[in-house]
């Protein structure tokens, strides 16, 4: 008996594990290499804006595996296949709204050939980017805007007349029942009367100052207008059926009754989510540059839409609404651009005095 013998065979057996571990961590660790190559190389593109990448291309996981902020249920846990059927729909018509409801829908032409998704990042879900997230928990609710109380179908109608410029879709449409279909199953993991953390908008502090439509020109053309064009009018895809870079200003752009057209809900847009590839977690503008950009933008043409019904107590109205009357003696220019801080302690003020006539009166 060679006492060799089983001593080579181990080490040939432990060797050829060896090999086989070596083997299989260059085969992960290449693949690894690809995958985040492939991701750099997509935002590379994405800033230079050179090729049309859309925003879901250059997704960041840097934000969505944030375990303090909201995130979407699974959709492949839907066990009823027509649920599951119409939530999925729901969630194409906000990420591609216009290949079905653009001016070359497949289903109706109603609306301007903006997606839900360009304003509602990764088709609503995204931390901080204007996500759904409250959505089902908080409607029905009372709001000022209307002086009513508002369901899903007029909040989802208000945004396709406004944000989308277009025509409200019949409550009792495929379209409408699949759109509230897919809000709700995004907020069924949200308590009923709670806000999801991470929601909407992320707050920000208002400037000193006014916001400068002057200065924002500048970092317009700097950060802005390699995707969205010169004149703001954005970029279509070869067969224009959807937007690969939406408008930010002209006939095809939200309208001046729409949320983004007050400047503070546009920085807070801003400022988390643009240049493609900002995020909360890696903003990209200073505030300044969010406002004044926010005021640039927001001084260019778009569609007027009359809203004569809108905030019936004009008490309630936002402080930056931009347009009059107003319950104070602030000018539309102050109230559209800032500076807001004034107005925000002269509110206070007058707060203070209603509620003290209210005790008054109750007496
Ligand atoms: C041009 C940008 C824009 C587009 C496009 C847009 N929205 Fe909105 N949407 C907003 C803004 C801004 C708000 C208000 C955010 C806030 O008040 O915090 C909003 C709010 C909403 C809300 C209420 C969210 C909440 O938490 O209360 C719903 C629902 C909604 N949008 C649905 C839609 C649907 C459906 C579409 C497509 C048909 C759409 N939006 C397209 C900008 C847009
Ligand atoms: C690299 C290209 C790129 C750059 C640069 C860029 N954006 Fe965007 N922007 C996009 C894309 C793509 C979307 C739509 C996202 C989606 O649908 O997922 C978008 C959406 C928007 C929206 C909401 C939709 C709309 O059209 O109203 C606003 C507002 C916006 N961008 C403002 C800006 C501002 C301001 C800047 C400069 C500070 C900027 N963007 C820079 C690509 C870009």
Excluded at 215 to 237: A, F, T
Excluded at 246 to 257: E, M, V
Aim: proline residues 8%; neutral net charge; charged residues 25%.
């Amino acid at each position: 008996m060679d006492p060799k013998r089983p001593f080579d065979e181990q080490m040939l057996r432990s060797l050829q594990g060896s090999l086989h571990l070596l083997l299989v961590t260059f085969i992960v660790g290449f693949a690894a290499l690809i995958l985040s190559w492939n991701k750099n190389y997509l935002s590379g593109i994405a800033d230079e804006g050179e090729e049309p990448v859309l925003g879901a291309a250059v997704m960041t996981t840097e934000v969505t595996d944030d375990p303090t902020l909201w995130r979407p249920p699974d959709i492949s846990t839907i066990t009823d296949p027509q649920h599951k059927e119409l939530v999925l729909y729901g969630r194409e018509l906000i990420a591609h709204t216009a290949k079905y409801l653009g001016p070359k829908g497949s289903v109706m032409q109603i609306s301007n050939g903006m997606n839900c998704q360009n304003c509602h990042l990764d088709a609503g879900t995204r931390p901080w980017g204007n996500n759904y997230g409250s959505v089902a928990s908080t409607y029905p609710k009372w709001r000022a805007r209307s002086g009513t109380i508002e369901n899903i179908y007029k909040r989802v109608n208000d945004c396709l007349q406004r944000s989308l410029n277009g025509r409200p879709l019949d409550t009792l449409s495929r379209e409408m029942q699949a759109i509230k279909a897919y809000l709700e199953f995004l907020g069924s993991n949200v308590e009923k009367g709670k806000r999801a953390e991470g929601s909407g908008l992320k707050d920000m502090p208002f400037l000193d100052r006014a916001a400068d439509p002057e200065r924002g020109k500048l970092v317009y053309e700097q950060k802005c207008q390699s995707c969205h064009q010169p004149d703001g009018s954005g970029l279509l895809n070869a067969d224009g059926t959807e937007y690969i870079y939406p408008p930010l200003w002209g006939p095809n752009s939200y309208n001046d009754a729409a949320g983004l057209y007050r400047i503070t809900h546009f920085a807070k847009f801003v400022k988390n989510n643009m240049p493609l590839g900002a995020t909360y977690k890696n903003p990209l503008l200073t505030d300044e540059e969010a406002y004044d950009v926010a005021a640039y933008v927001n001084s260019q043409p778009r569609p007027h839409l009359p809203v004569p019904h809108d905030w019936p107590d004009i008490s309630k109205k936002p402080i930056d609404h931009p347009f009059g009357p107003y319950a104070d003696t602030f000018s539309e220019r102050q109230h559209k651009y800032g500076p807001w801080k004034p107005i925000e302690e002269e509110r206070k003020k007058l707060e203070a005095m209603a509620s003290a006539a209210d005790a008054r009166s109750v007496k």
